[in-house]
């Protein structure tokens, strides 16, 4: 792709987004309802009803027990090997 096309397409693209956009913007704004906005203070009676019937022992924090980890394998001591030498004969011996 040379450069004249791919910014033909560039601004092109663009242009079309920003046109698109401004449309579908008007149009949900003309199709959207208007929201009833309740007094302040007051509770929907059926959210009322709801938040009462709420069992509150599952709203509760709780962490668990703790995690224990266990212990590390105990250290291994390798002695080197030694040479034992008894009459004429060669032992190793750790």
Do not use: C
Request: proline share 11%; no cysteine.
């Amino acid at each position: 792709m040379n450069r004249r096309s791919f910014l033909t397409s560039l601004v092109g693209g663009l242009a079309v987004a920003g046109i698109g956009g401004a449309a579908m913007a008007k149009s949900l704004i003309e199709t959207a309802p208007v929201p009833v906005e309740p007094k302040t203070g007051d509770i929907d009676p059926a959210l009322k009803a709801g938040l009462d019937e709420t069992n509150a022992e599952f709203t509760q924090y709780y962490r668990g027990h703790p995690r224990h980890r266990r212990p590390p394998p105990p250290r291994v001591y390798h002695r080197r090997p030694r040479r034992v030498v008894r009459n004429g004969r060669v032992y190793w011996v750790r």
